[in-house]
């Protein structure tokens, strides 16, 4: 227990290291590190379970700081409790360029942070995907070895972006009851008062969703403790309402918007110090604040060394698999796994959707790896998600392997960041890829972060048909290649829907979006490889070595582009197909490849049902686009391609007329 004193000169050491470290920055946010000291300080020094000694500790409590502008707050925590990579360097260098303390906390950059946060609402819609995480792993490893809490700090921002609802109401519905949620209830946002945008009863909200609520004064430690006490005891998820004061100490700032988002000013900060009685100058924490913090730091190594001791305990091919997971590498036996289905499907050349080509993956990806976890936005049956290992997981049984995220896709694809970034599995989910625009944050944080997270994105053009342009994409191939570290796949067939599969699961350090198609389609890799071909990123797919006419394609148009090559060589015209399944991966071939691959053909053609943009790397600014540049239509998917001129002999009369 510590006294209400010692208490004060802790939390106290979070509030001059954030408005100092702000203040020299000339940039920040000081007033929520200020607020939420308390709340901060008895979760770290009574609660969390962990060891900066060992910052990833598979059984590790997760701390997700979701108000991400309050960052000073993770990095004050980080630097007190002993993380090597939070140096009071670092924190005198807060925001500026090369720094591990960066505005907002960025996964990656030092220990400690959990995940990228800084978006609104993003932290809670992770820590939900933790929490799913650890749910999953405790009925399956047990809880000798998987067992923790998942505290989160939200703000009002937090919770007034629409995510959050999406987030709360799956851990709701799951019973996430491992989940914690502090809100800090400080009645400010940047514009100033909460009651000039929002009248929200935030604990009719949570309780709506299945939530266990709790009110305190986020200003006393022991009502924080107690409420903590509570919350773990619950059968639900809880969300503590800590009322704080923004900028706590400031004597003429503290309670305004003025705290929020700049500095305090040299003058407030020096009555801040003599308000809170502290005498410390910029960045000394007084030696037995500093031990205390240290001390809390090391309160969990007992309990760590325990848990190692059990891991080491446990029967011999669980322990395997539990620490191959966490490491994240596959099953040595998945190459042979894709190999023999690769060779199957050369014999039988199947012709179906991609969609279908992919549950068929997935069939043979999901009996080799028992980490894969996947799920839909309430699409499993036209997104073939869910294959015959994967039983649904519902609020009182977690033995199964997929999610029903419902239609939630940006909680849905958030929670699928958590997951990954809990470690020990692989998710995956499905929607339709116009909806990509939903899961598009969260999908962008998981390329910043580097992490592996697989959506599957089905009806992925005009070829879906008779839904029409509400759903039908036309940006969004586009739209998704424009994001750095994101692997964008379009397969063609059976066997390419295969290859990027195995890529994706291969990518450890970047999220993946697989484009598949309603529309059944021909087989066009006729002959077993034993390389991975899409792994290039585009590659002959029909050669000819004085090709008078390439023609690029992807998905579903390398069908149109196979067909109208037969048609032009009828014709005598020599003419190359490559098929382009990943932009991104033929972007890192050796400059030798690429210039091989784009030859140098008089006649460049590229065909997609989608817009021009990224492709004149292939074609040049004078090719010749074959797709869309308008919305699409409702109708049939056949009468749409004429439509809209994407089509074997459209493709044959262009180049005829480039070639004269």
Not at 334 to 340: E, H, M, P, V
Not at 482 to 507: C, H, K, M
Request: some cysteine.
């Amino acid at each position: 227990m510590i006294s209400r004193e010692k208490h004060d000169r802790m939390a106290n050491a979070i509030r001059f290291l954030s408005m100092d470290a702000v203040e020299k920055a000339n940039s920040g946010h000081p007033g929520l590190p200020m607020g939420a000291a308390d709340i901060a300080t008895v979760l770290f020094t009574r609660f969390l379970s962990f060891d900066p000694k060992t910052p990833s500790w598979p059984n590790r409590d997760r701390f997700v700081l979701s108000a991400g502008h309050g960052s000073m707050l993770l990095y004050s925590l980080l630097y007190l409790t002993g993380y090597e990579d939070i140096t009071i360097d670092e924190i005198k260098n807060f925001r500026q360029l090369g720094a591990k303390t960066a505005g907002h906390p960025e996964y990656g950059h030092a220990a400690g942070i959990e995940t990228t946060t800084g978006p609104l609402g993003q932290g809670i819609a992770n820590a939900v995907g933790m929490a799913l995480a650890e749910r999953k792993l405790r009925d399956e490893f047990g809880a000798d070895l998987m067992e923790h809490f998942t505290y989160v700090i939200a703000g009002d921002g937090c919770l007034m972006e629409g995510i959050s609802q999406e987030a709360i109401a799956l851990a709701g519905h799951l019973k996430l009851n491992k989940l914690i949620v502090f809100w800090d209830d400080n009645n400010i946002s940047i514009d100033g008062p909460i009651s000039i945008a929002d009248s929200t009863d935030q604990h009719a909200r949570f309780r709506a969703s299945q939530w266990h609520t709790i009110a305190v004064d986020g200003h006393d430690p022991d009502a924080i403790a107690a409420a903590i006490e509570e919350a773990q005891k619950s059968d639900k998820p809880t969300m503590i309402a800590c009322k704080t004061t923004i900028g706590f100490g400031a004597p003429n700032k503290a309670g305004t918007h003025k705290v929020h988002g700049s500095p305090l000013g040299a003058e407030e900060i020096a009555a801040t110090r003599k308000a809170l009685n502290w005498e410390s100058e910029a960045f000394v924490v007084p030696s037995d604040v500093l031990d205390a913090w240290r001390l809390a730091g090391l309160r969990s190594a007992k309990t760590h060394k325990e848990w190692e001791a059990r891991l080491e305990k446990t029967e011999a091919e669980k322990k395997a698999q539990f620490v191959r997971r966490f490491a994240g590498d596959l099953e040595s036996s998945l190459d042979s796994a894709i190999a023999t289905y690769k060779k199957k499907l050369a014999e039988t050349k199947p012709n179906p959707a991609t969609r279908k080509a992919s549950e068929d993956a997935l069939e043979v990806i999901n009996g080799v790896l028992l980490e894969t976890l996947g799920g839909s936005a309430d699409l499993t049956g036209s997104n073939n998600t869910k294959t015959s290992q994967t039983k649904s997981i519902t609020p009182t049984d977690f033995s199964g392997r997929y999610v029903h995220y419902g239609v939630r896709e940006h909680g849905m694809a958030a929670a699928m960041n958590g997951i990954a970034l809990h470690g020990g599995l692989i998710p995956y989910s499905g929607g339709f890829l116009i909806f990509s625009d939903y899961c598009r944050p969260s999908i962008r944080l998981a390329a910043l972060m580097g992490i592996r997270v697989i959506h599957v994105l089905t009806h992925d053009s005009i070829g879906l048909g008779e839904d029409g342009p509400t759903h039908q994409p036309v940006e969004h191939m586009a739209a998704l290649r424009a994001i750095p570290n994101l692997l964008v796949f379009r397969p063609a067939d059976a066997t390419e829907t295969a290859e990027v599969w195995q890529l994706a699961l291969e990518s450890h350090n970047r999220p993946s979006a697989i484009a598949l198609t309603r529309q059944n389609l021909m087989p066009v890799r006729l002959e077993y490889e034993e390389e991975n071909l899409s792994a290039r990123g585009a590659y002959d797919l029909v050669s000819a070595s004085d090709a008078k006419v390439t023609i690029f394609a992807s998905g579903s148009e390398i069908e149109i582009a196979v067909k109208a090559q037969q048609a032009l060589s009828a014709k005598g015209i020599s003419t190359r197909v490559v098929s382009v399944p990943c932009v991104e991966l033929f972007a890192e071939q050796p400059e030798a490849y690429q210039k091989a691959v784009i030859g140098n053909s008089p006649v460049k053609i590229a065909v997609e049902a989608g817009i021009r943009q990224g492709w004149d790397h292939f074609i040049g600014s004078d090719g010749i686009f074959v797709g869309m540049s308008s919305f699409g239509a409702s109708g049939p998917y056949k009468e749409l391609y004429k439509h809209f001129g994407i089509t074997p002999e459209a493709v044959v009369a262009a180049a005829e007329a480039k070639l004269g």
